[in-house]
């Protein structure tokens, strides 16, 4: 172990949020940790003077940014510059502040988005910046990638350790369950609930079922972060997955079955697929250690029983 976490102050900035909600979770759950948070309404984390302030005033030994400006297509490609310049004044703030502080380690999450859309699969960190990104999501992605220049660079000409995490799709407690705006786990939870309620016969799925997508408990994120503070010592980003892909047809039947939905699952072939394959390569990770160890099945359990708890608070 290179930094010990025991008896350490950790600021996680977006505790509110779903990986940030985690790694709360799990830190309270460890006991040994002395826990720094604030709300947005505390700390709007754009704010550099104010965030500048925060670190002066609580000197966290260690940060976890999992706070940004996160959306989906839709809201990505209609509000491009929002997106860029949010979350860049974000990560600049806390980034800065951490540098001007002394904060001895950061973790900050980037995404698999921040890789070229026709990238070799499974994805290799050292795929970064070889082709164009995905259009849609190209602003947030840019952002991202500014950030983990920006800790690496710092590594390097500084000798700092600010980690960048780069985590495949992620579900669990604290996902966004809307209809329009959520991510395909929660948003098949969503409609096999209601078509159970509504006791309907079949209920439709977009695109062939065939596409590959790789899936983590963001529990199993959470450690993972966790793991990387305490641990890595490169200077360059690290991807953090499951390993394990599943089918969108195959996923959909797993849901099913975590949801009781018992009708006929039909899949809609004019609805569009997206990229056929997304896999990271988590080998950097898994040399370290670390892998997951919470099953598609049980995580999914898990999620269900969060999105029972939603609707009925
Ligand atoms: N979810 C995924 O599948 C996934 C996959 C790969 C990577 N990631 C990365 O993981 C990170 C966290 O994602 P998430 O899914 O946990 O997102 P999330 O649930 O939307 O959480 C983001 C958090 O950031 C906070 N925040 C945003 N802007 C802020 C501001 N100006 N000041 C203060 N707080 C602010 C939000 O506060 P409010 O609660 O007040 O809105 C929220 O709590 C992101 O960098 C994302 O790219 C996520």
Known sequence: MVFDLAGKSVFIAGHNGMVGGAVLRLLKQRGDVRLITASRRQLDLRDEHAVGAFFTNHRPDACVL???RVGGIIANSANKVGFLY????LQN?????ARASDTERLLFLGSSCIYPKLADQPIREDSLLTGPLEPTNDAYAIAKIAGLKLCE???REEGRAYISAQPCNLYGPGDNYHPTTSHVIPGLIRRFH???HSRASETFIWGTGTPLREFLYVDDLAKALVFLLENYKDPGLINVGSGEEISIGDLAGLVAEAVGYEG???LDPSKPDGTPRKLMDSSKIR????????????????AYADYLSVIEA
């Open 93 to 97: 703030a806390v980034i800065g502040a």
């Open 153 to 155: 660079f710092l590594n």
């Open 194 to 196: 209601e078509a159970k």
């Open 287 to 302: 040399s370290y250690g670390w892998r997951s160890r919470t099953s598609l099945q049980e995580g999914l359990r898990h």
């Open 86 to 89: 949010d979350n860049l004044r």
């Open 264 to 266: 006929v699952l039909k």
């Open 66 to 68: 999992a706070a940004a």
